[in-house]
Structure formats: structure tokens, C-alpha cells
């Protein structure tokens, strides 16, 4: 609380001494505040820890995965004409790609009319029937049935299994209903059309392809398979995407080819599996690092690090090194150091030799695969121990965020607590240094009269004798 014109009357300094005993009441805060810096930097560095281990665990379940080292890389010498991307599931091969046809969509085109907004009868209920011998309905009862409304209800609807738009070619009758089917191929393509309870819109939207008098709606784009051979067998496509031809690979066809082939490449990727070795040595390190900084000791000016002699960081250091001494017996792979992983003594720091990788995962795929993604690999390992420690009800890390949050929270209740006993305290002292204040002006201004009193009597005196 501001305290100011205290002592003005009395000339006593007691603004500057009330001051001063806030500026000393104010010093035990000082402990507590410090205390709370330490708290929070707990609470931070735990923070810091959890992120740490976090790393470590998404790093170990990239190992774990049968895709890592699976991993195909796939190549076309003309990416333009066809694209391909392969899973786990590839093998490893050459394959020559020859495109005669793309799969084209059906499209189906009304007669032109003057107006898009009219109603065209009154409801009606439109069956559309695919050549995969499936039907859909759009029940119109009670609804707007002009061009504008049946495009939105058409489209509303992806059961149906068609798309709708409306084409003006600058007739005067020019506003045309177009049909396309939502995907490529021959089933999909729509092979009648047909309006019961409203004959205007029969006349307009009837479609049989079996007899085309009969309709008039015209065929503008003939549904089409996607036709291609690879390595000389003949395969046929509902689309232009296609995932079952050769196991574990997709082709997507952008075009006919021209005169040569396509060449398709699939070999092993490596780089896969090396990078996700790479991300998991990266993690670790990092989780090292800050370990060793949080937890460091400066022995030259007796500095100590936010969290030196704690014991979470030591208990979670030892559980993350002791599974790096994993071993599988019994093969070439062995430990970490087989692999080309090695620990520095000093640091704890993982080094990784990928040439050294590189050459265990091609010489011996299957025991790298056992040793790292094994039932009882080191990836299963790691994930273990890191769910333990980043439990949110029992885990280390949880339970001493927890007490560092309370310790942070007690702080801010003793910190308040202690500045509203201070403020109380001023408040007495104000209050009675006015008082002083009064007391010492009006002890002032009787001093002043009587002085004045005393003189006048002095003179009077004076004059008379």
C-alpha cells in the first residue's frame, strides 16, 4: 500500500520510517520467493525430462515395426505416364508396364431447357440402376423438382452413385443435365433411369441403355475398364488406381503408354530402417544430454544444477542404460556394438557406424528384425520401461511433477499468506503514525500559542516599567 504526506504536520520523517519498516518486514519474502524460483525450475526440468523420455518411446516404436524394415523403394522411368508406390508387403523385382486404356467415367446428357428454376411436374421417386446390377432411389415427394433443385439432391446424395451438373451451351434452351458416374469402369456405369409419379420428369431423366429410342438422355462418355499387361499378363481395372496386381504395389495410370514400356523397379530400402536407428540414437542422446546438464554439479564454484542429486533423473538414467546392454545369443547381431551402436564411457552418448548398419541389415535382415522388433526385442523393451516411467497415475515422472506442483502451490498460499500479515501490519503502523502525526501538530500549534502568549506578556511588561 502507497504511503505518502505522513508527517507533513508534525515535521517527523515518518513517511521514510514507515518505509523502512515495510522494506524490513518485506525481507522473510525474499526466502520464499527463492523458494518458489527453485520449485518452478523443478517442475520445468521434470517437464523437460518427460518430453525427453516421450522422444525415446515414439523413437522405439518406429523399431518395433515390421514396415521399417520391410520398407521398398519403388521407381518408374516415366512418372508421367504412371506412378507407383509400394508397402512392406512388395518384393523386390522388375516389372514392365504396358497401359492400353484408362478407366473412363460414364456421362449421360439431357435435352436443354429454357428454365432452371420451374418446377418439372410434381415429385416423383428416380431409380438409378448400375450395370454391377445395384439401385439407389432419390424420392422427390413433396419437393422442388427443377433443374437447380435435382442437381443439389443429386449431389446430396453419394449413394446414388452419380454426380450432376448443369451445362448451358448458349441455345435458347440452353441450361442441359449432366450425369456423371462417381467412379470409373463398367460396374459403376448407370444402365437405366427411371421416374415413377412424375411423367414430365421420366420424359426428361428416362434412360434405358438396351434401347436408346427409348430414352432422352444421350451417352456423351462410354464407361471404361483400365486395360494393361505386366510382364506380359493382361490385367483389367474397374479404376486407374491399381492395388492388387502386383502384391505390395500401386499403380496409379496418368496415360497410354506410347511405343516402349514402362519400367517398374522394386528393391529393399535400407535408409528406412537406418533412419529410424538414426532417430532413436538421436533421442536417447538428447534425453542424455539433458539428464546430465539438469542433474550436473560445477565443482570449481559449488554450483549446483536444478535437479543435482535427484533421484528421478538417476532412476530413469539407470532403467534407459540398462537396456541397452540387451543381447540376442546365439546370432552375428548379438548387442548394440554388432550393429555398429556403440556407448562412450564418458558421456553415455550412442554412436552409430551405418556403414556398419548398413551391412548387418543386408548380411543378416532377419536377426536385425529379432533383435530390434522382436517379442522381446529392444524396441518391446524400451516401450515397456518408458510406459512405466511416463505413467500418469504411478509413473516417477508424474508423481514428482505432482509434488513439485504442490511444493509451487504452497508457496503462492505462504507468499500471500506472508504480504497480507505485511500489508495488515502497515496498515496499524499508518494508522498510528497519523495519530503521532495529529498529536504532534496540535503539541505544536499550543507550543507556537503559548510562545506567542509568553512574549506578549514579556512586552507588556516591558512598557510598563
Keep these: 500500500m502507497a504511503i505518502s504526506n505522513i508527517g507533513v504536520g508534525s515535521g517527523l520523517p515518518l513517511d521514510q520510517l514507515l518505509a523502512d519498516l515495510r522494506k524490513n518486514s518485506e525481507a522473510p519474502l525474499t526466502v520464499i520467493q527463492n523458494k518458489q524460483t527453485v520449485a518452478n525450475a523443478r517442475l520445468s526440468a521434470y517437464g523437460v525430462l518427460k518430453s525427453s523420455v516421450e522422444a525415446v518411446q515414439k523413437a522405439a516404436e518406429a523399431l518395433g515395426k515390421a514396415s521399417t524394415y520391410g520398407a521398398v523403394k519403388v521407381t518408374s522411368n516415366s512418372t508421367d505416364t504412371l506412378t507407383v508406390t509400394g508397402s512392406d508387403k512388395a518384393i523386390a523385382g522388375q516389372y514392365s508396364v504396358e ?22 411436374g410434381n415429385g416423383g421417386v428416380i431409380t438409378f440402376t448400375r450395370e454391377d446390377g445395384t439401385t439407389a432411389k432419390l424420392d422427390l415427394s413433396g419437393k422442388d423438382t ?6 443439389a439432391a443429386i449431389n446430396a446424395d453419394p449413394s446414388l452413385g452419380v454426380n450432376a451438373t448443369l451445362i448451358n451451351d448458349g441455345s435458347d434452351s440452353p441450361h442441359r443435365l449432366m450425369l456423371t458416374a462417381s467412379t470409373t469402369g463398367t460396374d459403376a ?15 426428361l431423366l428416362g434412360y434405358d441403355a438396351a434401347d436408346p429410342s427409348a430414352h432422352t438422355l444421350e451417352q456423351k462418355t462410354e464407361a471404361l475398364n483400365a486395360k494393361l499387361t505386366i510382364n506380359g499378363i493382361e490385367i483389367t481395372s474397374q479404376t486407374n488406381t491399381v492395388t492388387d496386381a502386383v502384391e505390395g ?62 533421484s528421478v533423473s538417476r532412476n530413469i538414467q539407470s532403467q534407459m542404460r540398462s537396456i541397452l ?13 554388432g550393429l555398429g551402436i556403440t ?19 543386408k548380411a543378416n535382415p532377419s536377426e536385425v ?23 500418469t497415475e504411478q509413473g516417477i515422472i508424474s508423481t514428482a511433477q505432482s509434488g ?56 507588556n511588561a516591558t512598557k510598563k516599567n
Excluded at 105 to 113: I, N, P
Excluded at 146 to 151: G, H, P, Q, R, T
Excluded at 371 to 382: N, P, T
Excluded at 415 to 435: G, P, T
Design 343 to 361: 556407448t562412450n564411457p564418458a558421456s553415455g552418448a550412442l554412436t552409430v557406424d551405418n556403414t556398419k548398419l548398413e551391412a548387418a541389415l
Design 404 to 459: 513439485a506442483k504442490r511444493q509451487v502451490d504452497d508457496l503462492k498460499t505462504q507468499l500471500a499468506s506472508a504480504e497480507a500479515r505485511i500489508d495488515s501490519q502497515m496498515e496499524v503502523y499508518r494508522k498510528q503514525f497519523l495519530a503521532l502525526d495529529k498529536i504532534v501538530t496540535q503539541m505544536n500549534a499550543t507550543s507556537s500559542y503559548l510562545t506567542q502568549q509568553l512574549e506578549m506578556l514579556s512586552a
Design 146 to 151: 427443377s433443374l437447380d433443385a435435382i442437381v
Design 189 to 203: 456405369a448407370i444402365t437405366s433411369i427411371s421416374v415413377e409419379g412424375n411423367a414430365d420428369l421420366q420424359s
Design 325 to 337: 546392454d540387451f543381447s540376442l545369443p546365439g546370432t552375428a547381431v548379438g548387442t548394440l556394438a
Design 99 to 120: 497401359i492400353t486404356e484408362l478407366a473412363k467415367a460414364q456421362s449421360l446428357v439431357g435435352l436443354g431447357r429454357e428454365d432452371r428454376t420451374s418446377n418439372i
Design 249 to 310: 504395389l500401386t499403380l496409379t495410370l496418368n496415360k497410354k503408354t506410347s511405343t516402349d514400356p514402362v519400367l517398374v523397379s522394386a528393391t529393399r530400402d535400407p535408409s528406412v530402417a537406418t533412419k529410424a536407428v538414426t532417430d532413436f540414437v538421436n533421442a536417447y542422446n538428447n534425453m542424455n544430454t539433458n539428464i546430465r546438464q539438469l542433474t550436473s554439479y560445477n565443482a570449481d564454484n559449488g554450483q549446483a544444477s536444478v535437479l543435482t542429486g535427484d
Design 369 to 391: 528384425i529379432a533383435f530390434f522388433a522382436g517379442e522381446d526385442g529392444l524396441s518391446a523393451r524400451l516401450q515397456k520401461t518408458t510406459e512405466s516411467i511416463l505413467n
